[in-house]
Nanobody, 123 residues
């Protein structure tokens, strides 16, 4: 069983930055691809970014490409989502997820999910 805990959310003004972290409880974290998703009230879950087991491959949704960067440190069992140039429409609960898969935007490819962290961007 893999437990994932997100942190780093909060309130930020439009144009600002936040750094989200996803910490895993398992020592074999490096066998999992990790993805970031978000869900705003009344909207479907949206894929943002994914990173391969080694960190060598990344995959981004067009909506965040160039603004968000995903990275990982397997020695620390952590994946980070750096978010820049934030917009009010980025307001949502952000989730990290882990799965035995290639980097993909399909939520059903990820077996383990964190509880989420709230990001609010004010205009």
């Amino acid at each position: 069983q893999v437990q994932l805990v997100e942190s780093g959310g909060g309130l930020v003004e439009a144009g600002g930055s936040l750094r989200l972290s996803c910490a895993a409880s398992i020592r074999t974290f490096n066998i999992y691809t990790v993805g970031w998703f978000r869900q705003a009230p009344g909207k479907e879950r949206e894929f943002l970014a994914a990173i391969s087991r080694s960190g060598g491959d990344t995959y981004y949704a067009d909506s965040v490409k160039g603004r968000f960067t995903i990275s990982r440190d397997n020695a620390k069992n952590t994946v980070v989502l750096q978010m820049n140039s934030l917009k009010p429409e980025d307001t949502a609960v952000y989730y990290c997820a882990a799965g035995i898969t290639i980097p993909t935007g399909r939520h059903y490819d990820y077996r383990y999910w964190g509880q989420g962290t709230q990001v609010t961007v004010s205009s």
